[in-house]
Structures are given as C-alpha cells and as structure tokens.
C-alpha cells in the first residue's frame, strides 16, 4: 500500500454501557471496552487488530476520563484522550490529536473486525474524501406509510476512512452520527464497501452472542486471582463519632482524618486498587482536597468498588485483620461483615474479620489508635456467563 499519504487510527472506546449492563447485579456491571479476552480488554484487542491490517501514522484512543489512567497500562504508542458526550464530541476531541492526512475511524462496539473488509477499505483510500462500510438492507422498509425501496438503503457500519481536514471541518459545524453522513451532507466524495455481518455493534448484552459465534477470536478470560493489599492507620481524636467498616461504633472518640476516618474501608480501598493495579486512596481521595473533608468513607468505597467492576474484575473474597486495644471489635464483628457484603454486593461468607490487640506494645498498645490491614482477591468477570 502507498505511504504517500498518512493515515491515523482513531478508536471510540468511551460510553458508560449504561444499555449493556442492564439488568445486570452490581457486581457484574462490565464496560463492554473492558470486556477481557484472556487479559486484554476488547478496546486493546480492537487495536491489535487493527494493526495488524495497516501500519498506521497516529493511534489515538478516545476513553472516558475516569479510565484515561488505567487505560494507560495498556497503551505503548498509543496516544488517550477524554471523550465526549455525543460520539461527535468524542470524535472531535480525538481529532484535536491527530495530524495525518487520512484517519481510520473505529468504534469498540464493532469488536469483530473482518480484515478482508478492511483490506477493502484500505485501497487507494487516498482516492476519496471518504471511505465507508455498509451492509445491504434486506427487510421492507415503511417510512410513515410509504414502502421505501430497500435496494436504495444502506446500514453504514464503521470503520469508515476519511480526510482529515474535511472531517474536522465538518464536525465544526455540527454533529454527525458518522463521518459518511457528514461527507454526504457537505458533497464530499464518498465510496461505500460492502461490510461484514460479523462487524454488528455489541450494545445490549444479549450481542455478546457475536463474540461466542467466533470463539476463536474471542476467547474467555484468564481465571487468575489477582491480590491486592491494603494497610491503614489512624489515631483518636476527641468529640468525634467512630465509623469502622462503615458501622457506627458506640464510643466517647473518632479517628483523626480528613475524611470520616473510616480506617478499614480505607484499608479496603487500598487493597482493592492493588489487586487491579489502579494506584492508592491517597491518589484518588487526596487529603487536601475540599471535597473530601468529612466525607462518608463508605461513599468513597462504593466508588471504587463500581470502578473495579466497570473494567473488568469481580470480587472473589475479602480477609480484614484489626489491630486495637480499643473499641473492643468482637460485638461489631457481624455487623461489620454484613457492612461489607452489602457495600461490595458480595456474598457474606466471602468476607472474613479478624482482630487482635499489639499487647500493649506501641501506639496501638497504649490505645492511641487503630490499624487495619485488608487482603482481597479479585478476577475477570466471565463474559460468556454473564445474564441479564
């Protein structure tokens, strides 16, 4: 293929799948760009494949701003950048990026890229303005009581090709739920290609029967257990309510923090975002921010728990060991594990307390304060059992 002319891969990975995940219990509520083949999440695979078809300028992904960070883990050449509203707006913010002549525009919804459609799509593409897919319409088509000819419509898919200046252009202008409809509308020269059944959009849950008909792409995830860490400390402070697990503890002192003090759903947190790789509380919940002084630390744990779950992982069990010679823990023992398993929507006999006391050695010893350490285990969500 000619290289007279530079071409970029934009890919449109952002959405809340707010569609997909319907119905489904919050434990299990996927991003469908996080849907993991083995270990990699489906936008990653989008992109491998598509490289494999061309070797491309510019790669640029467009992901939620909540993920743009964790996305990070997974990107070598790969540029990020925060998605919009609208896929318009999305797609003009990545455009903001991208420099070449051409660019190659794919959504993560079409997950099963047809290499032949796209070598297709790839040939002489610098000959027009715009390059599309499509599949022919065969059902009869009523357009308010009037029978449209079916042989005149077309089901554009993605990916689509097109010069870049003009898209840009365009998008300026309004928004458009395709790069062929705004070339159309503008006259801009377009060539349509035949697409691929295979190239269906994943919206709704039950499309994840695409991705089983071709089990040899799309593989199951890994069963590893990945384990997580999380350690907290945090002295009394006078005149304060005591939150432990998210359970009101009956004494005259709190924990010292910025927050509620919560010092084991803190320890908790941590441990969840180290099992996924996905930093620490300090990172997300900074101690020097407004926001957060006072806050109801369940709040922050619900959170990240929902952000586990979105790109991929589900928890498999949760062990929490309380070091203090004060508040005696064993009479909160059940009301802290029934805490748990309702914030985390996990079983409750996945969730183990234990306490004990420093015999009176150290701080902890002299009853100044608490400290909690949390383990979890965590494991990709099975997308092939996954029911609404």
Known sequence: ???????????????????????????????????????????KKVVNEAKQCYEFDEIVICGEDSELFYMQNFCDQERLVCGGDSRAASLRSALKEVKSDYVFVSDVARCDLDKEVCFRLLDRFWEWDCSATYLPCADTVICKEASIPREELKLIQTPQ????????????????????????????????????????????????????????????????????????????????????????????????????????????????????????????????????????????????????????????????????ERPKITPYKDAIKNSLASLLDMPKYRINIKATTSEKMGFIGRGEGVCVMASVGVKFINWTKLKG
């Open 161 to 324: 090709i097109s010069k870049t200046e003009l898209i840009k252009k365009y998008l300026s202008m309004k928004d458009y739920t395709d790069e062929s409809s705004a070339m159309l509308e503008h006259g801009a020269k377009v060539r349509f290609i035949p697409g691929s059944p295979r190239m269906q959009k994943v919206t709704f849950l039950h499309d994840l029967e695409i991705l089983l008909r071709n089990g040899d792409d799309f593989l199951p995830p890994l069963e590893d257990v990945f384990v997580g860490n999380g350690i907290d400390i945090h002295g009394f402070e006078k005149g304060k309510e005591m939150w432990l697990g998210g359970v009101r503890i009956q004494s005259d002192m709190g924990f010292k923090a910025h927050s509620d003090g919560d010092v084991l759903l803190h320890a908790v947190i941590d441990a969840l975002l180290g099992a996924i790789g996905a930093g620490d509380i300090g990172e997300w919940f900074p101690d020097n921010k407004e926001e957060f002084r006072g806050v109801d630390s369940k709040k922050l744990l619900i959170k990240v728990a929902e952000f586990v779950t979105s790109v991929g992982y589900e928890i498999n069990n949760l062990d929490v060991s309380i070091l203090a």
């Open 1 to 43: 293929m000619s290289k007279k002319y530079t071409l970029a891969l934009v890919l449109m990975a952002a959405g809340s799948s707010t569609r997909f995940t319907e119905g489904l219990p919050r434990s299990k509520r996927i991003k469908k760009q996080w849907l993991r083949i083995r270990d990699l999440p489906l936008w």
